[in-house]
């Protein structure tokens, strides 16, 4: 039994291959900012060397659009080509798997200036809050723990006037930490907010 994690929800492309026993036997975490789909597909082959997963875990987001795409789309393609088992996984969970004693907040820069929040217990990575996506000032009143991770805890804190900011990324190597519900998700993306183009209804 092997397992591939892949995330690309954030400026990292990640990537680890786990045995049946949930050891992870590689990873590859690298922060690129763009380019995910130029680099994720080698970035598997190096990982793999010649092995095949029997499942295959996707980060889902929320986080960037054109990422995100990218790592389904991947897996889709991986999953068909070797039979495997899919599944999405949470990536706000995957970024909350920080060395903390305390509850923590997950803030990831969304789209219009606003913030996809989240928070987490860091010990079983369980939600403790609900998925939003707030404006910095909504998320700093939303958000009550004292440690904020993540592409957007900068501008949270600050908003807040109080707490730690750390910047941090999902690495696929936390994978088999997510609760079993975390990473059995549909492999398809979560925005968290509702589409900019809507239909036109007719009068």
Not at 110 to 137: A, C, I, K, M, W
Request: glycine fraction near 10%.
């Amino acid at each position: 039994m092997m397992i591939l994690a892949l995330d690309t929800s954030t400026a990292a492309c990640t990537a680890a291959l786990f045995d049946g026993l949930g050891r992870c036997l590689a990873r590859k975490d690298e922060e690129i900012g763009r380019g995910h789909s130029e680099r994720l597909v080698p970035m598997i082959a190096e990982l793999m060397d010649g092995r095949r997963a029997d499942r295959i875990l996707a980060g889902v987001g929320p986080g960037s659009f054109t990422g995100i795409r990218v790592g389904i789309a991947a897996a889709h393609g991986l999953a068909i080509g070797w039979g495997s088992e899919l599944s999405g996984m949470s990536s706000l969970a995957l970024i909350s798997a920080v060395d903390s004693r305390s509850e923590v907040a997950v803030a990831v820069l969304g789209g219009h200036g606003e913030l996809f929040v989240q928070q987490f217990d860091p010990l079983t990575l369980e939600p403790t809050s609900e998925l939003r996506n707030l404006t910095p000032s909504a998320a700093a009143a939303a958000a009550s723990a004292e440690l904020v991770v993540g592409s957007g805890a900068q501008q949270l804190v600050e908003a807040r006037g109080w707490g730690e900011a750390r910047q941090a990324w999902p690495s696929a190597a936390d994978a088999l930490r997510l609760p079993e519900k975390l990473r059995s998700l549909p492999a398809k993306p979560v925005y968290a907010r509702a589409p900019d183009a809507r239909a036109k209804v007719a009068a």
